[in-house]
């Protein structure tokens, strides 16, 4: 028998893996009966199960004693493809949220992250335009180019990460507020430029739909995709930009100045009263024969942001001979796991094992990190 166990841990990696209790059972070799026994603590398992349930769940022995994990609700999370998406990828999604929880109170005990400056505005205080507005004067940014949209937030204190790669293909980009944190979970997949707007329809939700009102439902997204919009390409900067009545060739040779996809050009000059109804239209067609629906083949080679802050951070860490394994090892769980955390947006942290000496100790001092948002 195994004193230590944490059933909620159970639960959780259960629902990550997205298998009911039957088939979880019938993997690891037992009945049905003994699961819901093990998870609802009415006895644990014994060391084989646990060994057998690490196994089936790819997790390691120690993740089933470690204390029970801060869980992210599928309703604190806006979601944007939920009707697509199955409640099995949603799950996938959520725990990756938590293990990103779990690196987070794990680095701050050993370095010290930009300091949280992002406000949240009262929704109805706040038209997305306004809200896009005045976050872009709160953050001294005037009509500047958004540089590095990864950057800019990371340097406001927001928590990025990447979502598994197996994800990529059903999840989209996802955030969330924890404990006065905001966090951000990427699809990294996309291209440059939707990257970036994913970013800034996230931060719309941050900023936006905070923790006190739950982003949820199209008319949560449009906001988001509004806000998004307006804080890539603020509206007197378009006006002064000559597009009146622009085609799709001249909208592909003007996208670069707010670093936007052709088609989020298009949308923002409609939306302004820029373009006319006909123009908006003929031009969202003629852009989707040119193949710009789902990318920009004029600039798919442009890579996309990563993140300045987890380079550093596991820069500094490596150089304290703590390597990623240990890290993985403190969160109790395989390095695949902090990997899929750091998927495309981490070029070099994790690809080596690291020869040095594994020392995993807390410092004394925590080194402060400052992410400069104008580097690019
Ligand atoms: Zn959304």
Redesign the pocket.
């Known amino acids: 028998m195994n004193e230590s166990f944490t059933p909620e841990r159970l639960t959780f990696a259960r629902n990550r893996a997205g298998l009911t209790r039957v088939a979880l059972a019938r993997e690891v070799g037992v009945a049905p009966r003994s699961l819901a026994y093990w998870e609802d603590g009415t006895h644990p398992p014994s060391d084989d199960s646990i060994a057998q349930l690490s196994t089936a769940l790819d997790l390691p022995v120690s993740f089933f004693s470690a204390e029970p994990l801060e869980e992210v609700q599928a309703d604190a999370v806006?979601?944007?493809a939920l009707s697509k998406m199955s409640a099995v990828r949603r799950d996938a999604a959520l725990a990756s949220g938590a293990f990103a929880i779990e690196l987070v109170h794990w680095l701050e005990e050993r370095l010290h992250l930009p300091v949280v400056d992002v406000p949240t505005y009262a929704r109805g205080a706040a038209d997305p335009d306004t809200a896009a507005q005045r976050l872009r004067l709160e953050w001294e940014l005037g009509y500047a180019r958004i540089k590095n949209a990864v950057h800019l937030v990371e340097a406001h204190g927001v928590r990025v990460f990447s979502l598994p790669e197996r994800l990529t293909e059903d999840v989209?980009?996802?955030s969330f507020w924890w404990q006065g944190t905001p966090y951000m979970l990427l699809n990294t997949r996309k291209s440059y430029e939707r990257l970036r707007f994913d970013v800034m329809?996230?931060l719309?939700?941050l900023v936006m739909h905070g923790d006190y009102d739950l982003?949820r439902g199209r008319e949560?997204?449009q906001e988001?995709?509004r806000f998004a919009a307006a804080f890539l390409m603020p509206e007197a900067d378009i006006l002064a930009a000559g597009l009146r009545n622009a085609g799709a060739e001249k909208v592909v040779a003007a996208k670069h100045r707010w670093s936007v996809s052709a088609m989020a050009l298009t949308h923002r000059l409609h939306e302004l009263g820029v373009t006319t109804d006909w123009t908006y239209t003929s031009t969202c067609r003629r852009l989707s024969q040119l193949g710009y629906r789902s990318g920009e083949p004029d600039n798919a080679a442009t890579p996309r942001e990563a993140s300045q802050l987890l380079e550093k951070v596991f820069g500094m860490l490596r150089e304290r001979g703590i390597r990623p394994a240990d890290i993985a090892a403190s969160l109790h769980v395989h390095p695949s796991t902090l990997n899929d955390l750091l998927f495309g947006l981490v070029l070099t942290a994790t690809t080596s094992a690291g020869q040095g000496p594994a020392t995993s100790t807390v410092s004394s001092t925590r080194p402060a990190l400052r992410v400069l948002p104008g580097a690019n």
């Open positions: 806006s979601f944007r989209d980009a996802f329809h996230e719309g939700h982003p949560r997204e988001a995709n």
